[in-house]
């Protein structure tokens, strides 16, 4: 059974940088044809894609955030971290891990419970 | 372009057909997946590969994609099936683009 957490502070502060963790399990983020995604979603609107990495270390990032985003993986501890630079209040969101696996027409079948983040002085 | 556009809201009523639509350019050419949201909860996959339901999904889901529209078809809608509805696909230079999602209101 895929299970995947995130982790990480409920409140940061403009201009602060947001580390997230996903600790996951039931897979090995150790091949190309599986991945770990971060998703968001702002309070009452639509979900927003932010980052995928592959097992093979292959990284994407949303275009729109590139600038800010980078995530990591850790194999040994089954994490995946992903981090948000220059934090605004617009970045209050849900945040969401997920399992997804190549071909990508198998859709992101697992997610986390999601993390909420509020951005705020 | 990669952006799916989806109805704000769709109404049905209990034990009649929703329908969703999600378009994008050339949609059919790629795959559409659709997730449902319901409040409070976390998103969960009800259709990959265009009408694929995974293990779980009641049949009452159904997919298909074609032209440039993806379409979530629920057959005898129930109320608990009153949710946020939000389709997805992909393209060579972004791995994950959601549509802005459809309130389903059953009443």
């Known amino acids: 059974q895929i299970t995947l957490k995130e982790s990480g502070p409920t409140l940061v502060k403009p201009t602060q940088t947001l580390t997230l963790t996903c600790t996951f399990s039931?897979?090995?983020?150790?091949?190309?044809?599986?991945?770990v995604a971060w998703i968001r979603q702002p309070p009452g609107k639509a979900l927003e894609w932010l980052a995928l990495?592959?097992?093979?270390?292959?990284?994407r990032y949303s275009p729109s955030l590139m600038n800010r985003l980078t995530i990591t993986k850790d194999t040994s501890k089954n994490q995946v971290v992903l981090t948000l630079t220059n934090m605004d209040p617009v970045d209050t969101a849900t945040y969401y891990c997920?399992?997804?696996?190549?071909?990508?027409?198998?859709?992101?079948?697992?997610w986390g419970q999601g993390t909420t983040v509020t951005v705020s002085s | 372009s990669n952006e799916l556009t989806q109805p704000p809201s769709v109404s049905v009523s209990p034990g009649q057909t929703a329908s969703i639509s999600c378009s994008g350019d050339?949609?059919?050419?790629?795959?559409a997946c659709w997730y449902q949201q319901r409040p409070g909860q976390s998103p969960v996959l009800i259709i990959y590969?265009?009408?694929k339901r995974p293990s779980g999904i009641p049949e009452r889901f159904s997919g298909s994609n074609s032209g440039n529209t993806a379409t979530l078809t629920i057959t005898g809608t129930q109320p608990m099936d009153e949710a946020d509805y939000y389709c997805?696909?992909?393209?060579?230079?972004?791995?994950?683009?959601f549509g802005g999602g459809t309130k389903l209101t059953v009443l």
């Open positions: 990495i592959y097992g093979n270390d292959d990284k």
């Open positions: 590969q265009d009408n």
């Open positions: 050339k949609l059919g050419d790629k795959f």
């Open positions: 997920a399992h997804r696996r190549l071909p990508a027409y198998y859709g992101i079948d697992v």
């Open positions: 039931g897979f090995s983020l150790s091949t190309g044809r599986v991945g």
């Open positions: 997805q696909t992909w393209d060579s230079n972004t791995p994950v683009v």
